[in-house]
């Protein structure tokens, strides 16, 4: 998967939104309008080929631990804004997280990480070649365009 593709994964998962072509443009100023929809077209055919289960709330949590490793339960619930731990469960069962020790805090809550098997799904040798959170910060605001997303 090329870079652009991870972006568009990225932000697509990560957004509260729809994303219009033009928001996803912004990600990487300088591919074409066909490479745009090229990445997008890659992505659906990886998609299509399968070995993506995970729900919406296993992406987001997963999103979380990943950027903020490591992090605890409560830490995923506060921003998440819902209960995980079934999720929590079900990405161990999976090894693509794992308890990584245990935090300062009262009752020395567990804290998780991502494992290999992570790596090895996103296609990725390491933290630092997943996008940047700055590369999302177009899938994380509000539309600026509420008439773009919905074509009127």
């Known amino acids: ?21 033009s928001e996803l443009a912004k990600l ?7 490479e745009l ?18 729900s919406q709330a296993a992406l987001e949590t997963l999103a979380v631990i990943a950027y903020r490793q490591p992090v605890s339960r409560a830490e995923i619930e506060e921003i998440r804004g819902v209960s ?31 494992t290999a098997l992570f790596f090895e799904l996103l ?3 390491s933290l630092d070649e997943l996008p940047r959170l700055e590369e999302l910060s177009v899938a994380l605001r509000p539309p600026s365009d509420l008439g773009e997303l919905t074509g009127s």
């Open 1 to 21: 998967m090329n870079r652009l593709t991870q972006l568009l994964e990225a932000a697509l998962f990560a957004a509260a939104h729809p994303l219009p072509l």
């Open 28 to 34: 990487q100023p300088d591919a074409s309008h066909e």
């Open 37 to 54: 929809l090229e990445g997008l077209r890659a992505l659906r055919d990886q998609y299509e080929r399968g070995g993506h289960a995970l």
């Open 84 to 114: 995980v731990d079934g999720v929590l469960r079900s990405l161990q069962e999976r090894g693509i997280i794992e308890a990584v020790g245990r935090g300062e805090g009262l009752g020395r809550p567990m804290l998780y990480g991502t």
């Open 123 to 125: 296609g990725v040798r």
